[in-house]
């Protein structure tokens, strides 16, 4: 577990996000607490670092703040208090007198839904369309409140390349690095999204938890968050409660329209699905691909965490003509900025 909150706090450092390491670092000493939470952490019996156990309870302490439960945590969260000793105290104070609510937060992974990683997805499908066509059916896993489910309602400006509705309260501008994708349009017919612990953004309870996920070192993010809760409550996007590897077998299944590539994607989750799952998935999207024509072709978009490098790596396969997996750039985790590779 050492091992695993250093890992975490590292990347927390990599990503801009001092804040959030340093409460992660003062889980070392929750550790030492005579605390539930405390023996939880040091007698956990899966994998810290696939299980994003930090990032459970970081976001478990984060509601603790936000909800109010205890205000000595705000100064930590608002970034005025750095000393690492003076965090660990005001940490372990919390966890020892909120202990009972920071425990059921240790059952589940991080619903770390965030709308400008969609960025990156859009910026494919730039790419995609003078390759396999302008229009595009999207099926998301691991969608958790399914906020990237509705970004064919969000405005995009992407190094000057502009996609989506112009009106929309939903404006993603990372900051971009490269040259802009080529401009090309982008039609998206359907977008629907899976999730095994789907978050319901129109449920307030629901949607304070989301946020609870965001890092204190990201305001903007919270901006956004607020912006993806009002829409979803006009109308909320097309989400349902299914295993990732059923829920692609059933897309797969449909029938597709002529003209309209079928797109596969993901943001940041991966990591999370069980062995047995990557294998299923990878085997239909195969022989998918196998199936695939110039007029009913496949594609799999993947922002995802390269595990050694700790690059946040956008790709893209695509099926006839492309099977091998095209880096097109690097991203940001919450996609603050994007360094485009692919021109």
Not at 41 to 66: P, S
Not at 120 to 133: D, E, T, V
Not at 172 to 196: F, H, K, L, S, Y
Request: with cysteine.
């Amino acid at each position: 577990m050492v091992e695993a909150l250093e890992w975490h706090a590292a990347h927390c450092d990599r990503s801009e996000s001092p804040i959030t390491a340093r409460v992660i670092r003062s889980l070392l000493a929750v550790m030492e607490t005579d605390t539930a939470s405390g023996r939880r952490l040091k007698n956990w019996a899966g994998k810290g670092i696939e299980d994003a156990l930090a990032l459970r309870v970081t976001g478990g302490i984060h509601f603790l703040c936000l909800t109010g439960e205890d205000k000595r945590l705000e100064p930590v969260f608002a970034g005025l208090v750095t000393d690492q000793a003076q965090v660990d105290a005001i940490v372990c104070a919390a966890v020892e007198q909120c202990d009972h609510i920071l425990l059921p937060w240790f059952d589940g992974p991080p619903q770390t839904n965030e709308s400008a990683r969609s960025a990156n997805i859009m910026a494919a499908l730039l790419w995609l369309s003078p390759r396999l066509g302008s229009k595009f059916e999207l099926t998301e896993i691991g969608a958790s409140a399914g906020i990237n489910t509705m970004m064919d309602r969000y405005f995009y400006d992407l190094g000057g390349t502009t996609a989506g509705p112009e009106k929309s309260p939903m404006r993603i501008v990372p900051e971009w690095r490269g040259a802009a994708p080529a401009g090309a349009e982008v039609e998206i017919t359907e977008i629907a999204g899976c999730d095994i612990a789907p978050v319901d953004l129109t449920d307030p309870a629901q949607a304070q938890r989301l946020k609870a996920y965001i890092w204190a070192d990201a305001q903007e993010r919270m901006a956004r968050m607020d912006t993806a809760i009002a829409m979803a409550g006009d109308r909320p996007p097309d989400l349902v409660r299914m295993d990732a590897a059923e829920f692609v077998k059933q897309r797969l299944a449909r029938p597709q329209a002529h003209g309209v590539t079928r797109v596969l994607f993901h943001t940041i989750m991966w990591q999370y699905l069980p062995q047995d799952t990557r294998d299923a998935i990878r085997t239909m999207m195969a022989e998918a691909g196998e199936g695939a024509t110039t007029d009913t072709p496949l594609s799999w978009i993947r922002v995802e965490t390269n595990r050694e490098t700790f690059r946040h790596e956008v790709t893209v396969k695509y099926w006839p003509g492309g099977e091998e997996v095209v880096e097109l750039g690097e991203a940001h985790p919450h996609a603050a900025w994007v360094q485009w590779l692919a021109g």
